[in-house]
């Protein structure tokens, strides 16, 4: 921290220059690292054990839980990846998290005949993750 002399005479704490390590991002990024082992989880169950999965005939959409299995397990690793480099403050950390954040709500809006509750949950936990990377730092004026 450094200080600066204002105009009224007072000494003002300035900020450090790191504006893109806040609360908001260290929260994100533990949401992306938690959301991204769900993900893991969920393609390992729909890969190894797809009979595992309860697949419902009257869906406009149907899939090969197979390979959806393998979706989300990448997708799961790069939504860690991506919390992992949150860590160091990077803005193009910010935005890779929303961007895999946003295909991680659609992969799993299109999980949701599969396992509802699951999706429904890891869907919102994206929301929250691109809420808290879009919300910036505010800076108090002193």
């Known amino acids: 921290m450094t200080s600066s002399v204002t105009d009224a005479g007072r000494t003002a704490q300035a900020p450090e220059n790191r504006p893109f390590v806040t ?12 959301g991204g082992i ?4 969920e393609g390992i169950a729909g890969i190894a054990k797809d009979s595992l999965i309860v697949v419902t005939r009257h869906y406009v959409y149907s899939m090969n839980t197979t ?11 790069v939504l860690v990846l991506a919390g992992v480099a949150l ?5 193009w950390a910010r935005a890779v998290g929303v961007v895999v954040a946003g295909l991680g709500m659609i992969a799993n809006f299109l999980w949701l005949p599969y396992y509802p509750f699951w999706a429904v949950v890891l869907i919102a936990l994206d929301v929250f993750v691109i ?3 879009c919300v910036g730092t505010v800076r108090k004026e002193t």
């Open 67 to 77: 390979g959806w299995g393998w979706i989300h397990l990448i997708l799961g690793v």
């Open 23 to 34: 609360g908001w991002t260290v929260f994100a990024a533990i949401m992306l690292i938690a």
């Open 131 to 133: 809420w808290a990377l």
């Open 38 to 41: 769900m993900a893991i989880f």
């Open 87 to 91: 860590f160091s403050g990077a803005a």
